[in-house]
């Protein structure tokens, strides 16, 4: 390649001023590329099916883009960020002060423009290659726009644009570049959302000096790519996570939760091992009592999806930070069986860093197989590092909004849907959300429908307009993919329910609820009108060495519930926990720990007898605590069902003898049957604006 000069496109990170050739850091982008869709088959399948080409055609497409992600930095307002004291020195004769910057990004779109290698290059359309053009060139997470200013100096022009035309004809070549038929005008943008994040994911790869060393001496593109393949080869087998794992052989109840090993699976969990294997993706929508095993319930669904090709990696999405902590303790001992190889599991939220399961989880790179054959939870430094690497994790639990933010406009989303696109998803108490947040679920749903991925749904408590709309989100997602499918109705108000949505269309299939001698108990349910009824049975539970909790609906009433419980009703502060989401993370975090450790499946009398939990939303939802008293106030239905099923949720041998049956005492107005604008407002000051919708309540 006859250059004139050289062009800087990485500084080394030691002080000695070393940098790396610009088109040398392009190539070794295409080449982390083609690695990745030879190493991962469900991400060459997603993309492959989301373009209107043949697969090598958009294989070679997809290389030739990589190959330019960084064509704005041939600009001057790039190249001379390099200060002269460096070894790098820019041209006699091209005054490099006071240079006007534009972001590199924009500015490559400017030099594409203004180059037009459509002319000489046997490239797509201009129109129709500009979504996946953009894709490329906005690798650092965000959209760009045309630069406004020129990206060199007018007298330079000739020789700076003779030098990119002639890396753009080697590449061409090198990767195949071939006449492309006539298509739709928009037929890239699917491919361009999902692509975003592969070159995004790339270009950090590509970037580290662990796999691709220093080198500014420029050969040509024909003789630097093999080397560059040797370096994304060697980075991947680091990152082993980045490549499809296989399934895990076992397929039984107890092999895939060996924690169960002693019980036989409940209706719901028969029925998704029931299930025909998936002939492509497929929406679950389970819904079951709480406490009722729809979690083992989804991940025997996900297994069956992974199983037969339909995903190769697991996302479980929860409401809350606490649910997820509590999911990520369930999962860390069973998840390996999903999986046939080293697997990282990812907890994914804003607080992860104060979980210390987590922290002690991280090992380096290399260490993860070895580490998980020791037994436990293992998490691969290079993801942990980045939140927004979260999702590109073959085994991860988090939040729902670290989902979410896939489909948002923030920053690297599509880092985020690149590696959401190869997971089953699963979302657990769907019903929790919102309008705003039900909203983006539904979103969610349709792009990871569109993209060719699996969905597992978990509720207690649906409504069913709202499962008709998850439905119809997903069959709208799969009419974007490019299959037709009949809009159904729903038909069934069973429950327990199991909703199944294929690309032939819908079933509902009613499940069996627990036979009668393993049937819960009924809850029994009282109104309570006046406060003081409720801190008497706080204390009268106390005193028989019974526990209790009571849900109140804002943290305000939980601290003055504190107070008074301990300073007018006399109960030791040291039996009573105060859980609520406005702690500090820390504390919070310990909060969290200490509640499960009295409540949970595995607490015994000693460590339950005579202690208070004062609550807000925390606990009412994916906790699996138990309590010999619920106390409430007044909410939704649907949620004091979900209260409700922290009653008496585990069969216990032996409790308080006054406390052998489940009973919820509810805080409410008293009902009348002309209720007035101040009914509910009058009791509850500050939670009527937390429920706004008071005639329901």
Known sequence: MSLHFSYWGKRGKDPDGRWHHLCHHCL??????????????TWRTRLYALSPYEDEQTKALLLFLAACHDLGKFADSFQFCLLEETVWNPPLGRDWRHRPREYHTALGLLIWEELEPHDFLPLPDSY??????????????????????????????????ADIREYLDECATLFGLAEFPETDRYALHRLSFVAAGLFILADWIASNERWFSMDAVW???????????????????????????????????????????DCVPNAMQRAVLDLPPPAGPELLILEDLTGGGKTEAALLAAHRFLRHQQGSALYIGLPTMAT?????QRL???????????????????????????????????????????????????????????????CGVGTLDQALMAILKTRHQALRLF???????????????????????????????????????????????????????????????????KSASLQSTDFPLLTRVTDEGLEEQGVPGPPAEQRKEDVQVRLVHEEGEMYEALVAAAKANACACWIRNTVGDVRESWRRL???????????????????????????REVLRHFDKNSGPEQRAGWIVLASQVVEQSLDLDFDLLLTDLAPMDLLIQRAGRCHRHARRQRPEQYNHPQMLVLSPRPTPDAGANWYAEMFKSGQYVYQRHALL
Request: aromatic share 8%.
């Open 324 to 328: 997820a902590n509590a999911m990520y």
């Open 332 to 394: 860390a001992a069973n998840y390996q069986t999903l999986f046939s190889g080293p697997v990282s599991l990812m907890l994914a939220h804003g607080s992860r860093a104060l979980n210390q399961d987590f922290r002690d989880s991280i090992m380096p790179d290399a260490d993860t197989g070895e580490n998980q054959e020791a037994g436990g939870a293992v998490c691969a430094q290079w993801l942990a590092d980045n939140r927004k690497k979260a999702l590109l994790s073959p």
């Open 419 to 485: 590696g959401l696109c190869r997971s089953v998803f699963v979302g657990d108490e769907v019903h929790a959300f919102d309008a705003y947040t039900g909203t983006l679920l539904k979103t969610l749903l349709t792009f990871h429908a569109a993209m060719g991925g699996s969905a597992v749904l978990l509720s207690a408590t649906l409504p069913q307009h709202l499962r008709q709309d998850f439905v119809k989100a997903w069959q709208t997602g799969r009419a974007a993919y490019g299959v037709t499918s």
């Open 28 to 41: 070794e982008v295409a080449a982390v590329v083609e690695v990745l869709l030879r190493e991962n088959a």
């Open 128 to 161: 129709v290659l500009k979504p996946l053009l953009t894709a490329a060139l906005a690798h650092h997470g965000e959209p760009c726009e045309v630069a406004r200013q020129r990206p060199w100096h007018l007298q330079d022009a000739r020789a700076v644009k």
């Open 566 to 592: 301990t300073e007018e009703y006399g109960v030791s502060p040291d039996r009573v926990l105060v859980f609520h989401a406005r702690f500090t993370g820390l504390d919070r975090r310990n909060i969290e």
């Open 219 to 261: 050969t040509d593109a024909k003789r630097y790519f093999p080397k560059a393949q040797d370096c994304a080869k060697q980075a991947l087998e680091e990152l082993n996570f980045l490549q499809d794992i296989a399934p895990g052989k076992a397929t039984g109840f107890q092999e895939l939760l060996p924690h169960l090993f």
